[in-house]
């Protein structure tokens, strides 16, 4: 059943969670309740008012695919004959230039075989190179398990002993050795002198042993490499003798061309009637199967009885309506080849506050799951793509109005401070059909007297997750000088694929960026520009990331957030803020390592042990758990924009840190 708020409840949400110029007078020890219990009202009314159970829904839409599935089969088989009727019509041009047409193609197959041979050569011998690596990474790990059980049996001896001509450091206590031997002296300087080299041979095995993980991990960037680089051979192959295979069946229809007569057309065409006729006959049979469990479903849910009073005609009517709109929904179709499937719903690219950002919260002590768009009041909101209405709450004085529209593929967008709105629930709306206006300016519907200013509040869901819009918006209309860095790396890529040919992109400076070739440089540069002296060591975080199971960048880049990688160190080599607390209490390491070493170990502790995505580290994504981070959101998106540069692609928000 679906919660509608009180005035009261939504006249406050206004004010606190939707109005940033009054944070000022705002019971921030309280409004986050209430903001929260809207969200979860608001969720609820979003995801769980379908006017029938949802397996009952999920069976009849399945046959609506198989029924438009065969519609689209139905209707390329009519666009196939109408071409072959007109190759029929003009088949004198054809014979014209058939010859050359046949020299062209027979040329171009020749071409076409030897890049194949060529691609074939190149994949064997990646192939070669990696069976290589993987062979050597397979040595590397036996060696790995050798060391590690030697280094075991050396411990276990060693404590086993209980040796009492050892210090306090481990070294050998000479005076206490001569006291207690009973042997010369010359055979204890002896002995003593076999112990010392035996440590120093023990410390060079050690450090073969990690030598060796770093070896094995260097083997698996590359032997990863290698594989991308392999699959990309592979797909040219496949693009190339799909291309040659074109190419000979187009010579061979050529050269039947030569044989081709008015009566041989016509056999051709009779056949594609005869191919239309079944898939037809497999439709309507499609369509029946449909209609019929449509008619069930009605009467599961008392829509067939004649006599009906106002409130069943009415829910009726919404089932009905439900099952047309995800009919109409799932013939719909988003942008291919691109992650921005939404068109923008205003004209305005000016964002004045984005998802989950960092200010809000500190004033609000709740995320903001939206971003807001400076619109001028009466804006014209415009479908980003098909939808169908799924809730209304009309605008009125001192209340909060909102819209929510259904895509397909599990999206839901949501439209806040309208002023007004022109469809109403369950109405189909096209992509870029108007269908409200934006509000929130002062003493105008919708809005408080102490007001923002006139704007649109934009939310986002995917599978019911609440997730960013300018993921898939394009973000080329943004000034790119407001824009935070997080979003650098797709504002650029947005310019490249609205170019086509290209783009001059030396305006766009980012504020951070690397341009070493492979991620292991970009490591190296990161510590060595960026780091404090006692955090430069490389191989320090490689080995201690290994160790832990935990991917090297993502390490670099927690120290990163945390201490600018040793620069603002709270406590001695605390890199990682381990166990300093908002409440005071703080915590300091020996050396380096034992920073790094906290670190990782935190990460896998009984509480933080069972995430796997940044996203869950901290409060950007986690509201109630255990966290590593309290930021909900700073730390988060700079953890975000140091792993992008790291990795040279854009990495995100439930990247898995964890090898």
């Known amino acids: 059943m679906r919660k509608i708020l009180s005035t009261t409840l939504l006249t406050f949400f206004v004010i606190s969670y939707l109005s940033p110029t009054v944070w000022s007078a705002i019971d921030t020890a309280n409004s986050w309740r209430i903001i929260d219990r809207f969200k979860a009202q608001q969720e609820e009314i979003l995801f769980n008012s379908t006017p029938v159970d949802i397996t009952d829904a999920n069976v009849l839409l399945e046959q609506e695919y198989k029924k438009n599935g065969l519609e689209s089969l139905k209707d390329r088989l009519k666009t196939v004959q109408a071409a072959y009727q007109a190759k029929k019509d003009n088949i004198t041009e054809i014979r014209v230039t058939l010859e050359v047409a046949l020299t062209n193609l027979l040329d171009s197959i020749h071409s076409t075989e030897e890049s194949i041979a060529r691609a074939n050569s190149s ?82 095995f050690v450090n073969e042993y990690r030598d060796l993980v770093r070896s094995y991990y260097l083997s698996q960037i590359q032997t990863k490499n290698e594989e991308v680089q392999l699959q990309g051979l592979k797909s040219d192959l496949e693009y190339q003798n799909t291309m040659l295979l074109s190419k000979k069946a187009e010579r ?175 109405e189909f709306v096209k992509k870029w059909q108007i269908f409200a206006k934006s509000g929130w300016a002062v003493w105008t519907p919708g809005a408080w007297p102490m007001t923002s200013g006139p704007h649109l509040h934009f939310e986002l869901w995917k599978n019911q997750q609440s997730v960013d819009p300018l993921r898939y918006f394009s973000l080329d209309g943004i000034s790119y000088a407001d824009l935070p860095a997080v979003y650098q790396d797709k504002f650029i890529s947005d310019i490249v694929a609205k170019s086509w040919t290209g783009a001059d992109l030396s305006q766009y400076k980012k504020k951070f960026n690397i341009l070493w070739k492979t991620e292991i440089e970009r490591q190296k540069y990161l510590l060595s520009t960026y780091a404090a002296p006692d955090f430069q060591n490389w191989q320090m975080w490689i080995d201690t990331a290994l160790d832990a199971k935990i991917d090297p960048s993502f390490m670099m880049c927690v120290g990163l957030a945390e201490t600018t990688l040793g620069n603002r160190l709270k406590t001695a080599y605390n890199i990682g803020n381990i166990g300093n607390t908002d409440s005071g209490s703080t915590y300091e390491f020996v050396s380096p390592q034992d920073g790094l070493s906290w670190m990782t170990a935190t990460f896998n502790n009984k509480f933080l042990g069972k995430y796997t995505k940044i996203s869950q580290l901290s409060r950007w994504g986690n509201p109630n758990g255990t966290i590593y981070a309290s930021s909900n959101s700073n730390w988060h998106t700079n953890t975000v924009r140091c792993l992008s540069s790291l990795k040279w692609e854009f990495v995100s928000d439930d990247y898995e840190f964890r090898l």
């Open 123 to 204: 994949i064997l011998e990646k192939r070669q190179k990696i069976q290589q690596l993987r062979s050597d990474g397979l040595i590397l790990k036996a060696k790995i398990r050798e060391h590690r059980t030697i280094i075991l049996s050396y411990l276990a001896n060693i404590y086993s002993e209980g040796n009492t001509i050892l210090d306090e450091t481990g070294n050998i206590d000479l005076i206490k050795w001569m006291i207690l031997t009973d042997e010369d002296t010359d055979f204890s300087l002896s002995d003593i002198t076999y112990k010392t080299l035996v440590a120093q041979m023990w410390q060079k």
């Open 252 to 426: 061979e229809k050529l050269i039947e061309i030569t044989k081709w007569q008015e009566d041989a057309y016509i056999e051709y065409i009779a056949g594609q009637q005869q191919a239309q006729a079944q898939v037809e006959e497999l439709w309507k049979k499609a369509n029946e199967n449909y209609e019929k469990s449509l008619e069930s479903l009605l009467t599961k849910y008392n829509c067939g009885d004649a006599k009906k009073t106002d409130d069943m005609i009415l829910e009726c009517s919404r089932i009905r309506q439900f099952f047309a709109n995800e009919k109409e929904l799932s013939r719909s179709q988003f942008a291919d080849n691109t992650p921005n499937i939404f068109d923008w719903p205003v004209e305005s690219r000016r964002v004045t506050a984005y998802f989950r950002d960092p200010d809000y919260y500190k004033a609000i002590h709740s995320q903001h799951d939206a971003i807001d768009i400076a619109a001028p009041q009466w804006t014209d909101i415009a479908a980003p793509a098909d939808g169908y209405v799924t809730y209304v709450l009309e605008p009125k004085q001192w209340g909060y109005s909102y819209l929510a529209l259904k895509h397909k593929d599990g999206f839901v967008t949501v439209y806040g401070h309208l002023s007004e709105v022109s469809v109403t629930k369950d």
